[in-house]
């Protein structure tokens, strides 16, 4: 039983879209757990899975903290850019050297782009694709693990302070995954989120932004 319960959480957990309906209590558990037995390929039987399925805890939270999250989405300003790229580094001395002369060649008064990415291993930026030959100027090859080319940046400015109110970029990755976009990268800073998307993805993205936005307004 604790595999089957191991391998209905796990399944659970990786889909937004009914994690969510669970939580709203809007998902037949009979027929979810013919779905997911479906998938899984389960040896065991629908009852099982039924039962594995109301053992998954879900969550409700207060109604105050929703209509506060998606009210501060509703106010936020929301920008978008295209024609970008990213450039994954080794994490060395020498990359970060040439980061510092990079940084210096960027002209942000006339609204350039760099983001600064950092991992254990590994540095990754987002310029302006007009920008690359700077990149290839500065960084050798060996630098270089790879670079990304057309992609998109959207931004999320809020009016005022978001760290106080738990579950906003949550909700916002959420409602992007129910859209299938997937985030190649996410950034926290202050009171602006910022999230790296395939440039086709674009205009799905902020279509998706603005619904969660009507609904923020309307509650």
């Known amino acids: 039983m604790t ?60 109604k105050e903290y929703i209509k506060k999250r998606y009210k501060l989405i509703a106010g936020a300003k929301v920008s978008s850019r295209t024609r970008m790229a990213s450039v994954l580094f080794r994490k060395e001395m020498d990359v970060r050297n040439s980061l510092i002369k990079l940084y210096n060649k960027i002209d942000f008064s006339k609204g350039e782009v760099l983001r600064i990415l950092e991992v254990s291993q590994f540095v990754k930026i987002v310029i302006d694709e007009a920008n690359l030959k700077k990149v290839e100027e500065l960084f050798t090859k060996k630098d270089i693990v790879e670079i990304e080319k057309k992609i998109g940046e959207i931004s999320i400015i809020y009016s005022e302070d978001v760290k106080e109110t738990p579950g906003v970029f949550a909700a916002l990755t959420s409602e992007l995954a129910l859209n299938d976009i997937s985030i190649i990268d996410g950034v926290i800073c202050g009171s602006e989120h910022i999230f790296i998307i395939n440039e086709d993805d674009q205009m799905k993205a902020l279509q998706a932004l603005h619904g969660i936005s009507k609904w923020g307004e309307k509650n």
């Open 3 to 62: 595999n089957i319960q191991n391998e209905v959480t796990n399944f659970i957990e990786q889909d937004v879209s009914i994690r969510r309906g669970l939580t709203r209590g809007i998902i037949n558990t009979r027929a979810l757990a013919k779905y997911i037995h479906k998938n899984l390929m389960l040896s065991s039987s629908i009852d099982a899975v039924i039962s594995a399925i109301r053992r998954y805890e879900t969550k409700e939270e207060p």
